[in-house]
């Protein structure tokens, strides 16, 4: 089999995505994710301009080495544009693959570990009352897990707070937004939130909690602490990890679980915090960890420190995403969670998908490959929209963390 041809493919249903259609000579034709959230049109031009030209006449069944190409046989390596690039056609020839041999890719992953996936739902609200009745929803649904992000008194506006419910989109059309923080008055807040959780929902339901990189490593370990009573599922994303050895004072002062990772791009920024146990659960999803082909590498690579794969799941990760992880979670061992966000239905309308959701826990389905297709003809009414994530500043003004 011959790749004769791929494209880039641009549509915003409700939010931008960029997909990736590689197309072979036995008429078979692959499904890629190429979204970079607030920096669309940068993956798509390097796999144009870049990639594409160097895919056409390579066999898709060699997709090692065809990883391998892209990635030792560049100088100019890593990166969050380069490997999403990289990932959507590792994803591609994956699901050509797939369709070639008539399976599922979990069948060539591995094949079932598990008979589904625990996932976790996204509960917003203004305030401590208004989340505590968002996570209500998701448990009635059915969900074993939630994560709860709310308001704070005192500034004006969050990042992770949604306007909408279940269809929260943080990336906003025209420039960035600015959100304004205040440390102190999170550190306050939040153990207030997670206590009346508790009392509302007893013991049995798993929360979890995203701090989006805003703390120094002693605020997180602070937090950590505080959390400790409640008993998290994990605490996300606690401190920007450009300095992997910073985790070591989290570590040091807290039992509350640790998730890092989901701006990761290969093994390399998690080799430490991993190799030294300083987290409990690996965020990469396949898109922006450059595909499956390298993904699966970073899981084994965290078995071997009981390190548990909990992937990247929001609303910027395309159904094809969301699929290519599925396939992932259900095959590795060393699963931890899925976060599943919903996409708006015009969204499942491009993305027709054989995944679903029952009770708490998604399944793959079995359709052969990743088992997601494109409608192009809905796709093309819906033009690509500039659009950003908010920036953050404190509340004097200076420029801060997101
Ligand atoms: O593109 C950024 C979003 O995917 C991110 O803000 C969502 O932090 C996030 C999460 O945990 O889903
Ligand atoms: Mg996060």
Known sequence: MKITDAKVLITSPGRNFVTLKIYTDEGIYGLGDATLNGRELAVASYLSEHL?????????????????????????????????????????????????????????????????????GHANGKDLEETVDEVGKYIALGYRAVRAQSGIPGIPSTYGVAKGKFHYEPAEKGLPPENIWSTEKYLLHVPKLFEALRLKFGDDVHLLHDSHHRLSPIEAARLGKSLEPYHLFWLEDAVTAELQEGFRIVRQHTTTPLALGEVFNTIWDAQTVISEQLIDYIRMAPLHAGGLTHLKKVASFAEMYHVLTGCHGATDLSPVSMAAALHFDISVNNFGIQEYMLHTKQTDEVFPHSYHFEAGFLHPGDAPGLGVDYDEKLASTFPYERAYLPVNRKLDGTMFDW
């Open 52 to 120: 594409i030209p160097c895919l056409i006449g390579r066999d898709p069944f060699q997709h090692e080495d065809t990883w391998q190409y892209f990635y030792r046989g560049a100088y100019w390596r890593r990166g969050p544009v380069t490997m999403a690039a990289l990932g959507a056609i590792d994803l591609a020839l994956w699901d050509i693959k797939g369709k070639a041999l008539n399976t599922p890719v979990y069948n060539l992953l591995g094949g079932k570990s598990r008979t589904g996936v625990m996932v976790y």
